[in-house]
């Protein structure tokens, strides 16, 4: 019997779920990426050495995990190699499978994503530019878009030219290498009847062809069909890692400022291949505050002192592409939608240590701001929710009457300084799972 937890972001991404992530992968047979692309991102600490991760999933540092990144995942062959290229000079090797049904981030998504971007200026989503609402767009027009079968595929040449072809008219008008064209009328582009046009189109498909030719080379061996694997119950621990949050959900979230993908636990069933009944605990990652990068509404979001000292002391700097985040207070409100729309079973709270110096902490309910004694002590020494102040606790227990048990309590960035509830040390040893860090 396989223990299926399903982890996703509660709010605007960011929430810290890669140290929870990694935490559980340790004791996970298979770790499994459902969505999101290489605009996610993590830093893993292991062993004093730094690792920084967007695509790969949290369990490749462990020797006993398969690691899977799913259909539901946007994958750039480029940026996978790279993290690939990176793990192999620290001497590891990847347990990785992936799957053939996931859509490709390629070279011109990247410029679609930038030139649209600029297109929208004062409107703009502030994307990270990673080109995963194009390759999206792509994946609902069908036939514009490469999957890793494809790449892994003899035909990749002949599928390649065919996408090209029907993605002309964007090139034109988006990509640097097609620039020079932005002269001829939109019926010739159209029609590809321009000779040079014609001919840069096949320069720029030889361009790819070579620009892939490593990644085809590492990536084709690892495509193979992981159904079989997230079903196969001999497995006891499967962790599905979702990425972003909730509210970046293109149908649930704050549209249309959010990603493409779906970082919901429905949105996890289909980046799978698993069906809702498949997953036994979804668990919400929840910052004891809020952030958000890019635009779109923040209802809780602070333009004052307080907001820069969350940013200061919890380092709220985007890891992919650095901007600073904005940030607010609990927003207890949206917090219930999440919980009811993911079917969320266990509360994890990040970050609790960065609201150690407050006097005072606010959280939205029902509107309006209910305040809540700061406890002015350092939580990062904290092991057991026995050694939390009582205004720390009196914080949490709300929330916990609010929301749902809580599973884990996070103080600080380092694995240790992390509170297991032995709710869910019992929930998990109940599947005979025990966590050890
Ligand atoms: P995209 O996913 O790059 O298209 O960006 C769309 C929106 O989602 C922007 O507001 C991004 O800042 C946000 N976003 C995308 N990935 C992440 C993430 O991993 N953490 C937080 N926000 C993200």
């Avoid at 205004?391 to 240790?416: H, N, Q, R, T």
């Amino acid at each position: 019997m396989t223990y299926v937890l399903s982890i996703i972001g509660g709010q605007f991404g960011d929430e810290g779920k890669g140290k929870i992530t990694d935490m559980l992968a340790k004791s996970a047979d298979v770790v499994a990426r459902s969505g999101g692309g290489n605009n996610a991102g993590h830093t893993i600490v292991k062993d004093g050495k730094k690792f920084a991760f967007h695509l790969l999933p949290s369990g490749v540092l462990y020797d006993h995990t398969i690691n899977i990144i799913g259909p539901g995942v946007k994958l750039d062959p480029l940026k996978l190699l790279e993290e690939i290229e990176g793990l192999k000079k620290q001497g590891i090797s990847p347990n990785l499978k992936i799957s053939p049904r996931a859509h490709l981030i390629m070279d011109w998504h990247r410029e679609f994503d930038k030139g649209a971007e600029a297109r929208l200026g004062d409107q703009k989503i502030g994307t990270t530019g990673c080109g995963v609402g194009p390759s999206t767009e792509a994946t609902a027009n069908r036939k514009a878009s490469l999957r890793a079968q494809d790449l892994a595929s003899d035909d990749f040449p002949q599928k390649l030219r065919s996408v090209l072809n029907l993605l002309l008219t964007r090139l034109v008008e988006y990509h640097p290498s097609f620039k020079k064209f932005q002269k001829l009328s939109i019926e010739t582009i159209l029609r590809c009847e321009d000779k040079d046009l014609i001919d840069g189109l096949e320069d720029y498909a030889k361009k790819i062809e070579e620009m892939y030719l490593s990644a085809i080379k590492t990536l084709k061996p690892l495509v193979t069909e992981i159904i079989s694997i997230v079903h196969d119950k001999k497995h006891k621990f499967l962790l599905g890692e979702g990425a972003q949050g909730a509210m970046l959900d293109p149908l649930l979230g704050t549209f249309p400022d959010v990603t493409s993908t779906h970082p919901t636990a429905g949105g996890m069933c289909i980046g799978l291949g698993i069906g809702p009944l498949d997953i036994d605990d979804v668990m919400g990652i929840f910052k004891a505050y809020e952030t958000r990068v890019g635009s779109g509404p923040f209802e809780t979001e602070l333009f004052d002192q307080d907001g820069e000292k969350l940013r200061d002391i919890g380092r709220e700097f985007g890891t992919t592409t650095g901007r600073p985040r904005r940030c607010g207070w609990f927003n207890l409100d949206e917090a219930r939608y999440v919980c009811q729309i993911n079917s969320i079973s266990w509360i994890t709270l990040t970050k609790l240590d960065v609201l150690d110096d407050f006097d005072s902490i606010k959280v939205l309910v029902d509107g309006r701001y209910k305040e809540f004694p700061g406890w002015n002590k350092d939580l990062g020494s904290c092991r057991d929710w026995e050694d939390l102040p009582s205004e720390a606790k009196a914080y949490i227990e709300f929330l916990k009457k609010e929301l749902g048990d809580i599973s884990i309590i996070s103080v600080g960035p380092s694995v240790e300084q992390t509170i297991i509830m032995p709710a869910f040390k019992k929930r998990l040893e109940s599947f005979k799972i025990s966590i050890d860090f």
